[in-house]
């Protein structure tokens, strides 16, 4: 699996109110809605002008705060092809997964990619890459791979209670990326 | 080697005889939380296809987010989790009204120690008080959990916290915990179990007890814990009894053959030893609940409302402590006091004990038990420009309904003294 996309590069400890604020948690139900409103605090601009498998590039803790998984549905449905930062929060990196959407550790790619550059990461490989550089990734567990092709884990449950596709095994998603960098 | 509480926990929430620190395990937890969010679960849940939660007894569904209903949209949303209760037949549903989920089930003796419980709201790290293995998850998983009974868990690593000696007057839990999550930063627990102990925290009471494992969702841990003892089983046994019928000493003894202990050399990633003496009032001042200030640093600080309530410091004891500040002063004029009790019980209590009366003719206004404007919501939205005071665990930019106000956290006493003072106050100066 390869994603091609633009940078959007952000800071630490990006949480889910400005992601996807709470005002709206209880009154957006539709998915295309909710990635109208994506990053709405944060950057306005975003959700309007963010295209398919663009990138999200962020610091430490991106995700911190709220279980909402409309924080990583928002994102997805607004068309982010995956999430590149320094650390993630532990319920977003599984939120974000459960609904298919790629989460990758990579603290060297964080420092060196800015808004606007063209980036592809190659999943399988385990490397994002822009031009002539590129920073290989911690490789993400076949589980996650799985979840991430299957669209996330209601599609994957779905099949897998209807008999279908049995074969997988989510036990080895991992939490958090490299959190223990931040671990103290 | 000896076992953290997390790895005692999860081996038996998996069946397991063992488990170590990073081992991925199929846990089956005894509880599963939601509330206002249980009709889009519910919408998720049946497009797995199944019709029946697996173990309805298990559920526990509270509607407090934003209670009584402020739009139909929300009215709506609370009649399909009606719906959703009575078709899968879930005993444990509390009502509008009732109160604030992590405290309504600690009410209702509904977590006991010892036990898991995942929910779909990240402060569920809260029954740690009772030294319960309490965290948050999504709402895809929560569908899976109905659907299936068991999660995949990794056992996290752990971090023991060590509190010694007596908090000197006016400095609370709440300021301890802050204090932390300054030292830390807001991914200082990332993905960890933090662990209290030392005789600060054993001389608190639980309603202290409570803010701890609660605010520990702010620097990330997966979950939170205290050491139950004879307090703890003292205050669930009673409530246990109650909703059961049972005999009280039965539940008491149930309540106490749960609760597990890590052993003494159990092992852990990091300690960090305070001592009691040397805590202050603190503050977190926006955006970020790691912006922590001693509170001196930014008294004096215009206030355009103060809100005293959540599942931080909303109970009894918060509200005693804004009763006592506020006795026979009134609120400044240009500042609004809002109090929002974090249950049924704790208002009748403390309608019961004079607090209410004390409160609303010092200028309080008085909420419905629930969550009210913490999350931007329901009720007591600040104007854009506006600051606002809170005894809630989140200040994040548009928290509490738009972007251009700022929210500080503090302990309920200083949200006390800041509301009769239009600005923010030190308690101990008044």
């Keep these: ?184 | 080697m000896g076992k953290t509480f997390a790895e005692k926990a999860l081996a038996r929430a998996a069946g397991l005889p063992e488990v170590t620190a990073g081992q991925v395990v199929d846990a089956r937890p005894d509880v599963v939380l939601s509330h206002d969010n249980t009709a889009a679960i519910a919408r998720t849940f049946r497009s797995l296809g199944v019709s029946r939660v697996k173990h309805p007894e298990r559920l526990a569904i509270t509607l407090d987010h934003a209670v009584p209903a402020p739009t139909t949209q929300h009215a709506q949303n609370h009649a399909e989790v009606r719906q959703f209760v009575a078709e899968q037949g879930i005993t444990n549903f509390f009502e509008v009204g009732r109160g604030i989920c992590h405290q309504v089930l600690s009410e209702e003796a509904i977590v006991l120690p010892g036990q898991l419980i995942l929910g779909a709201d990240s402060h569920t790290t809260h029954f740690g008080w009772m030294g319960a293995f309490g965290a948050g998850v999504g709402r895809s998983e929560v569908a899976a959990l109905w659907a299936t009974g068991e999660l995949w868990l990794r056992v996290p690593e752990s971090i023991r916290i060590i509190l010694e000696g007596e908090l000197p007057l006016g400095v609370t839990a709440k300021d301890f915990a802050l204090r932390i999550i300054g030292d830390l930063g807001a991914d200082g627990g990332t993905y960890a179990s933090i662990e209290f102990s030392g005789s600060g925290i054993e001389a608190m009471t639980i309603e202290s007890r409570m803010v701890l494992p609660n605010m520990m969702a702010e620097m990330g841990a997966k979950n939170a814990y205290i050491a139950p003892d004879a307090a703890v089983f003292d205050w669930l046994a009673p409530r246990l009894a109650r909703r059961t019928g049972r005999p009280l000493e039965e539940c008491r003894a149930q309540v106490e053959a749960g609760a597990l202990y890590p052993d003494p050399d159990a092992r852990y990633i990091a300690e960090y030893r305070y001592e009691a003496a040397a805590l202050e009032p603190y503050v977190a001042c926006p955006h970020s609940v790691d912006h922590v200030v001693p509170l001196s640093q930014v008294a004096g600080t215009r206030v355009h409302q103060a809100f005293l309530g959540t599942c931080t410091n909303g109970r009894l004891e918060d509200l005693a402590a804004a009763a006592a500040v506020v006795k026979g002063r009134q609120v400044a004029p240009g500042t609004r006091f809002l109090v929002i009790p974090a249950s049924s019980q704790v208002l009748q209590e403390a309608m019961r004990l004079g607090y209410i009366q004390t409160l609303v003719e010092a200028g309080a206004i008085l909420g419905v038990p629930g969550c009210g404007p913490c999350m931007g919501n329901h009720m007591g939205i600040p104007a854009p420009g506006e600051v606002t005071i809170s005894s809630a665990n989140r200040n994040f930019q548009g928290r509490m309904g738009t972007r251009e106000a700022e929210i500080y956290l503090a302990s309920p006493a200083v949200v006390a003294a800041s509301a009769i003072r239009g600005v923010i106050t030190d308690p101990r100066e008044l």
């Design chain 1, 1 to 184: 699996m390869k994603i091609r996309g633009r940078v959007w590069k952000y800071g630490n400890n990006v949480n889910t109110d400005v992601i996807f604020p709470g005002k709206y948690t209880y009154t957006i139900t539709d998915r295309r809605e909710m990635a109208r409103h994506a990053l709405e605090d944060l950057d306005p601009g975003f959700a309007s002008a963010v295209q398919p498998g663009d990138v999200i590039v962020a610091g430490r803790n991106w995700g911190c705060g709220s279980s909402r998984e409309q924080a990583a549905i928002c994102l997805k449905e607004a068309g982010v092809g995956a999430i590149v930062a320094e650390s993630f929060a532990r319920i977003f990196f599984r939120n974000a997964l459960n609904e298919g959407l790629p989460v990758i550790t990579c603290p060297e790619a964080v420092a060196a990619l800015q808004t606007g550059e063209m980036v592809e990461i190659d999943l399988e490989a385990s490397v994002i890459r822009r031009g002539e550089d590129s920073w290989p990734f911690p490789p993400l567990s076949e589980s996650a791979l799985g979840l991430i092709r299957e669209g996330g884990l209601i599609p994957y449950l779905r099949r897998k209670l209807s008999g279908q596709n049995s074969e997988g095994n989510l036990k080895a998603v991992e939490e958090g990326g490299s959190a223990k960098d931040s671990r103290h």
